[in-house]
């Protein structure tokens, strides 16, 4: 991060800010590899909040001169002009992700809104503030999607999708996490947008004990999987995926649909492709859906994968009784 990358990472908050996004957005997406040497900076606006975090630990004199940018920046008349008022600034390099506030007043809370819809995120105390912005279009494809289904919304984090479904006229959401905190959250979330909290199930448990509870609520219409790359003890992306791909047919509907993500840059489509081939085999890929333009890669299989797959009918082909026919 030198003198010249911060100067680039000061223009393109320029830009990004004249004038500022009406909803949250990313405002800088260094980790695409687009921009040498912010390969681990991303900037995110929370309408009024600006938070820039690093991924990696600068060194002290690289740490004095960006933080010197960007009071700078604050004073400029691109950030009056913006209505931000607090700046962050997110050590995630770190075990506790300290963030540091560069300028205005400390909350726990803030309020922001992504697709006419509102949710609640956390500022400055935790890791992740409550809601992953690349998947701003996955979202809004199940809000699309979800009139009169039934939805389950695996490793469902505070909710965001079970948000936009019900928003989308779902008949039920069922949302499971092992996180009970991040459930109360998603149920704030509802609350929020004015929801009714009866055609919504929070299930605090692990994935892999509970499949009986899963299936009580199904069969399912949608089935949304975006799961943890790692989480310590419970999930081990590239050696647990392929325990719950194995597990859809029997918790959709025979017209269902899967929304299955991966956010790794070291794992591309193919795995989550090959996967359902193999263990879900009556499942069909259909789309890959587009990031957001704000997530830019120079890889476009490092960014978020989000991979719709659909059930089709298996049917034997009359003059081959050992052969089968996939029909939608």
Avoid at 40 to 53: K, N, Y
Avoid at 57 to 86: I, N, R, V, Y
Avoid at 303 to 313: D, E, S, T, Y
Wanted: with cysteine.
């Amino acid at each position: 991060m030198n003198p010249d990358a911060i100067a680039l990472l000061q223009q393109q908050l320029d830009v990004a800010l004249s004038p500022a996004p009406e909803e949250t957005r990313r405002l800088f997406h260094g980790r695409g590899r687009c921009w040498p040497g912010l390969e681990h900076v991303t900037v995110d606006w929370l309408q009024g909040v600006v938070l820039v975090a690093l991924f990696r630990e600068p060194q002290a004199s690289e740490l004095a001169d960006l933080k010197q940018m960007l009071m700078t920046f604050s004073q400029s008349s691109t950030w009056q002009q913006s209505g931000a008022h607090t700046l962050l600034l997110q050590h995630r390099y770190l075990l506790e992700s300290t963030t540091e506030w560069l300028l205005g007043e400390e909350v726990d809370e803030w309020l922001i809104t992504e697709g006419g819809l509102r949710f609640k995120l956390d500022l400055g105390k935790k890791q992740n503030t409550g809601l992953f912005l690349d998947m701003r279009y996955g979202r809004r494809w199940v809000q699309a999607q979800a009139r009169g289904k039934r939805v389950l919304n695996l490793f469902a984090y505070t909710c965001g999708f079970s948000v936009a479904a019900i928003a989308g006229g779902a008949e039920h959401v069922v949302n499971l996490d092992m996180a009970r905190a991040a459930l109360s959250r998603g149920r704030e979330n509802h609350r929020l947008n004015e929801h009714d909290l009866d055609r919504v199930s929070f299930l605090g448990h692990e994935l892999f004990k509970s499949w009986a509870k899963v299936k009580k609520y199904g069969p399912y219409d949608l089935v949304i999987i975006d799961p943890p790359s790692f989480q310590k003890g419970s999930f081990a992306l590239t050696k647990d995926y392929q325990r719950v791909l194995r597990r859809l047919p029997e918790l959709l509907t025979g017209q269902g649909i899967v929304l299955a993500c991966v956010n790794d840059p070291a794992i591309g489509p193919d795995f989550l492709i090959e996967g359902v081939a193999h263990e879900a085999p009556s499942l069909r890929f259909e789309q890959r859906l587009e990031n957001p333009p704000e997530f830019p890669d120079a890889n476009p299989d490092g960014g978020l994968k989000a991979l719709v797959f659909r059930m089709v009918k298996v049917q034997l082909v009359d003059d081959d009784p050992g052969a089968v026919d996939l029909q939608q």
